[in-house]
């Protein structure tokens, strides 16, 4: 079975940072791809991060490109992301998923995901 499960979310003031972590366990965590996704109240899911099977290569959203950073560690099973600069508009319900095999953007492309983590900026 498998089991994505974040953590790292909260309440933040503007301009703050948070880090989540997301650990995985019932997959062969380093034959897929991982990505972060987030979805605001009335607004659709949204793509946030990914990164490939071994962490080399990274691809961001425009919107979080040089605030966030995305990372893996695939000895302990587990990707995490550094939020930097948060925004109000960064407030949403953040999803960790899986993608075996090529990383990708797209959300439906994605095989696993988390229950989700809030993370909430104030102005």
């Known amino acids: 079975q498998v089991q994505l499960v974040e953590s790292g979310g909260g309440l933040v003031q503007a301009g703050g940072s948070l880090r989540l972590s997301c650990a995985a366990s019932?997959?062969?965590?380093?034959?897929?791809?991982m990505g972060w996704f987030r979805q605001a109240p009335g607004k659709e899911r949204e793509f946030v991060a990914t990164?490939?099977?071994?962490?080399?290569?990274?691809y961001y959203a425009d919107s979080v490109k040089a605030r966030f950073t995305i990372s893996r560690d695939n000895a302990k099973n587990t990707v995490s992301m550094r939020m930097n600069s948060l925004k109000p508009e960064d407030t949403a319900v953040y999803y960790c998923?899986?993608?075996?095999?090529?990383?990708?953007?797209?959300?439906?492309?994605?095989?696993?995901w988390g229950q989700g983590t809030q993370v909430t900026v104030s102005s």
């Open positions: 998923a899986a993608k075996y095999g090529v990383y990708s953007a797209q959300y439906n492309a994605y095989d696993y």
């Open positions: 019932g997959l062969s965590f380093s034959s897929y791809a």
């Open positions: 990164i490939s099977l071994g962490g080399g290569t990274t």
